[in-house]
């Protein structure tokens, strides 16, 4: 009878040893996921040059005009700088961040903020296609991003990371809760999928992750129509691999 007890009780040890180490490998919960793989989100801001007309006439003076000369100057191009912001995830320990293409397409200038510090980044890929973009910074992340070789899944529940509306509310990185809400984009677009998860301007590029810490997209738009909400789009994972 003792042998059996003992048999018993090694049995249930073996088994819960086997669960708790099983279990280190999967965050616990959004909390534990937050605190490991947040400070590999990055803040990115671009500078573009916009060139405009300021001609007010929709026609322009004859040559020998008199009045060619007066109103030259309002037919010169004028140049402007353009700021904008969004978000990328880094997925590699050289500084690879991942973003939308629409964060940094034609711009002089991209800067990748991480830890406090401005960085230089330049593009290394981009695919107006599917709105995303590869860029690269002088960055030695504690952690990089695993990226879902597997799509999500309907209702799954998700997190959306970034910083949406740049360092106007905080400098702190701001976090989102949602499910998948439909597995195609808007016009019935298969490589986006839905989201519950807010989404605002200074969002584009950033993660949207699973409860096991996996990249499973990437924050893209949101449909902006009176009286509607929660029809916010991410890029699937599998269209980034």
């Known amino acids: 009878m003792k042998k059996i007890k003992f048999l018993i009780l090694a049995v249930f040890f073996t088994f819960s040893f086997s669960t708790l180490s099983n279990s280190k490998s999967v965050p616990a919960s959004f909390a534990d996921l937050a605190e490991r793989l947040m400070p590999s989100v990055v803040n ?10 300021t001609n007010p006439f929709p026609f322009q003076f004859p040559p ?20 904008a912001l969004g978000s990328g995830f880094i997925i590699d320990e050289k500084g690879i961040v991942v973003t939308n293409n629409h964060v940094i397409d034609s711009c002089d200038m991209v800067k990748a903020h991480y830890k406090g510090r401005e960085l230089d ?21 504690d952690r990089v991003f695993p990226v879902s070789n597997e799509d999500v899944s309907l209702l799954e529940d ?15 990185i701001k976090t989102f809760k949602g499910s998948v809400t439909a597995l195609a984009g808007f016009g019935d677009n298969y490589s986006n999928f839905q989201i519950d998860a807010s ?10 992750i699973n409860q096991k810490g996996n990249v499973v997209g990437v924050a893209v738009e949101k449909l902006v129509e009176v009286g509607v909400e929660g029809f916010n789009f991410g890029v699937k994972s599998s269209t980034l691999k």
């Open 44 to 53: 990115i801001s671009t500078t573009q040059t916009v060139v405009t007309n």
């Open 199 to 208: 989404l605002s301007s200074g969002n584009s590029g950033g993660p949207i």
């Open 158 to 172: 998700i997190i959306v990371a970034g910083y949406p509306l740049g360092k106007n509310i905080s400098s702190s």
């Open 64 to 83: 020998g005009s008199p009045f060619e000369d007066m109103f030259k100057e309002f037919g010169t191009p004028q140049e402007r700088k353009s700021s």
């Open 121 to 141: 980044a330049y593009v290394l890929f981009n695919d107006r296609t599917n709105d995303l973009a590869i860029i690269k910074a002088n960055i030695k992340p």
